[in-house]
């Protein structure tokens, strides 16, 4: 019983967040704000579903899954590449030098710097 | 060392034997075995690729930071879900902030840049050419400085302790 009642709360509680990301994908204004919506809020959503479905195999089933565990290790692993290439798709269509604050060292961005001027600041052939 | 000779990559072999657990799904010793086997050739195999791999700290360390982490991912959803529903858009305040950095090993400032991914309202977006700096956009940030110096403190020295 109680542990039905867990088991709900978990995916009631996976449901809301992951409705609350898709809400911030509609109503954030621009690209680089959506991006948070998906990368956090779906995280927890997704969270829930596996700590859930971890609960369900343990008590109900009655065997330990580890599936749910290395779901989110990938997870983890995925999570930020993805966040990372299309900030990178983002800076590269919508962003200059100057719209950005500077990175502090001689060297511009790694997005901002040409494959030319990066052999020759690196003196060899990429 | 004999050990070294054996385990050229302890950290690794731990991962693969515990991942091939996970992934079979069922405790027994044979799965077992087989993931020690896996684990032990698969590093020795490997070693040539991985010239200059970093040296780890501590295993509590690590521990210690992933748990932070963990928690600090539960936090962060709860932050961003609450400015999605109760801010208005006109109220948030998004910033890009340049974090410089101290961590010099790739690995390190990729470890950092994925927590700061999932960790509250921030996304890191590109590292400078020279990769002493991470680019790092913030979905709600009215005091830019307090974010860098959280990032610095809280997961950069961590790092460093663990890496370096």
Redesign the interface.
């Given at each position: 019983m109680i542990i039905d009642i867990l088991i709900s709360a978990f995916l009631v509680v996976s449901g809301?967040?992951g409705l609350?990301?898709s809400?911030?994908l509609v109503?954030?204004?621009?690209p680089?704000?959506r991006?948070?919506?998906p990368?956090?809020?779906t995280?927890?959503g997704v969270g829930g579903a596996l700590l859930a479905s971890l609960f369900y195999f343990y008590f109900v089933v009655g065997r330990?899954?580890?599936?749910e565990?290395?779901i989110t290790?990938f997870l983890?692993?995925t999570?930020?590449?993805t966040?990372?290439f299309i900030?990178?798709v983002?800076?590269h269509r919508h962003e200059r030098p100057d719209t950005?604050?500077?990175?502090?060292?001689?060297?511009?961005?790694?997005?901002f710097?040409s494959d030319d001027a990066?052999t020759r600041?690196e003196g060899h052939e990429l | 060392m004999l050990i070294r000779k054996i385990l050229p990559h302890p950290y690794l072999t731990l991962m693969l034997v515990v991942?091939w657990?996970?992934?079979v799904?069922k405790?027994t010793l044979g799965n077992l075995v087989l993931g020690l086997v896996l684990g032990l050739i698969i590093p020795i195999l490997t070693a040539p690729y991985w010239p200059n791999r970093p040296r780890l700290g501590s295993l509590p360390r690590i521990v210690e930071y992933m748990v932070i982490v963990l928690w600090d991912?539960?936090v962060?959803?709860?932050q961003?879900?609450l400015i999605?529903?109760f801010k208005r858009?006109a109220d948030?305040r998004?910033t890009?902030?340049?974090v410089?950095l101290e961590l010099h090993s790739p690995e390190a400032i990729t470890v950092l840049?994925?927590t700061i991914?999932?960790t509250p309202?921030t996304?890191?977006?590109?590292?400078?050419?020279?990769g002493?700096?991470l680019?790092v956009?913030c979905?709600h940030a009215p005091d830019p400085d307090a974010v860098r110096e959280q990032i610095k403190t809280r997961y950069e020295r961590r790092l460093k302790e663990i890496f370096e």
């Open positions: 809301v967040f609350v990301g809400i911030g109503k954030l204004p621009d680089m704000m991006l948070h919506a990368t956090k809020a995280t927890l330990f899954s580890w599936h565990l290395l290790l983890f692993l999570a930020p590449i966040g990372h900030a990178k983002h800076i950005l604050p500077p990175p502090g060292g001689a060297r511009p961005w790694a997005s710097e990066r600041t | 991942v657990q996970m992934l799904n405790l991912i539960v962060a959803n709860i961003v879900a999605i529903l858009n948030i998004p890009w902030i340049t410089p840049a994925g991914t999932m309202g996304v890191s977006s590109d590292l400078s050419a020279d002493h700096s680019l956009h979905l």
